[in-house]
T-cell receptor, first 114, second 116 residues
Framework: AQKVTQAQTEISVVEKEDVTLDCVYE???????LFWYKQPPSGELVFLIR??????QNEISGRYSWNFQKSTSSFNFTITASQVVDSAVYFC???????????FGPGTRLSVLP | DAMVIQNPRYQVTQFGKPVTLSCSQT?????MYWYQQKSSQAPKLLFH???????NEADTPDNFQSRRPNTSFCFLDIRSPGLGDAAMYLC???????????????FGPGTRLLVL
């Protein structure tokens, strides 16, 4: 069975702190994609990153970075120097080969306080 | 520029009164999806179209139907809304592949449905 776990339901940090959102996934497939989406209060899901299961290189995009480790089936997301505008629900998701679903984790609500 | 557009943003309907939500896209993507998202939950896939091929999720109630008259538009019809159908409905699109499931999905802003 495929599953995505985001153990942190809610996180609160003060502006400028670094914060890491955890994502652990389960699948028996060797080919898959992992995603992170941001859902601000407005409701729209905003695509942040897609990672291929064969590419374990970490990625940095501005204040965002992602750590993909197949050995622990984790795809963690770090925001450096957080800002109030980062406040949102963040979803990790798993996409599987043909015929399978696009599986979302339960989401982590991040609150960045001024 | 909006790429996935959903109208209206808020929809109020009465218990049992049919309602239609609409989605359009300017990305020319083959695949269009409808998700239901209830408060503090992850989006739940209802169904998707790969071109004109309709794919229903096993646990999607019969009360939910969809139409895709052309590449750009997709509709969600709720035949007899119940109080439990109040939720955010998200439309998404992705480029076509053999499955349509491995490609990045781009979401619209959602329509929040209220059932009175």
């Amino acid at each position: 069975a495929q599953k995505v776990t985001q153990a942190q339901t809610e996180i609160s940090v003060v502006e400028k702190e670094d914060v890491t959102l955890d994502c652990v996934y389960e699948t028996r497939d060797t080919t898959y994609y992992l995603f992170w989406y941001k859902q601000p209060p407005s409701g729209e899901l905003v695509f942040l990153i897609r990672r291929n299961s064969f590419d374990e290189q970490n990625e940095i995009s501005g204040r965002y970075s992602w750590n993909f480790q197949k050995s622990t089936s984790s795809f963690n997301f770090t925001i450096t120097a957080s800002q109030v505008v980062d406040s949102a629900v963040y979803f990790c998701a798993l996409s599987l080969p043909e015929g399978q679903n696009f599986v979302f984790g339960p989401g982590t609500r991040l609150s960045v306080l001024p | 520029d909006a790429m996935v557009i959903q109208n209206p943003r808020y929809q109020v309907t009465q218990f049992g009164k049919p309602v239609t939500l609409s989605c359009s896209q300017t990305l020319n993507h083959n695949v269009m999806y409808w998700y239901q998202q209830k408060s503090s939950q992850a989006p739940k896939l209802l169904f998707h179209y790969y071109d004109k091929d309709f794919n229903n999720e096993a646990d999607t109630p019969d009360n939910f139907q969809s139409r895709r008259p052309n590449t750009s538009f997709c509709f969600l019809d709720i035949r007899s809304p119940g109080l439990g159908d109040a939720a955010m409905y998200l439309c998404a699109t992705s480029a076509g592949s053999a499955s349509g499931m491995r490609e990045t999905q781009y979401f619209g802003p959602g329509t929040r449905l209220l059932v009175l």
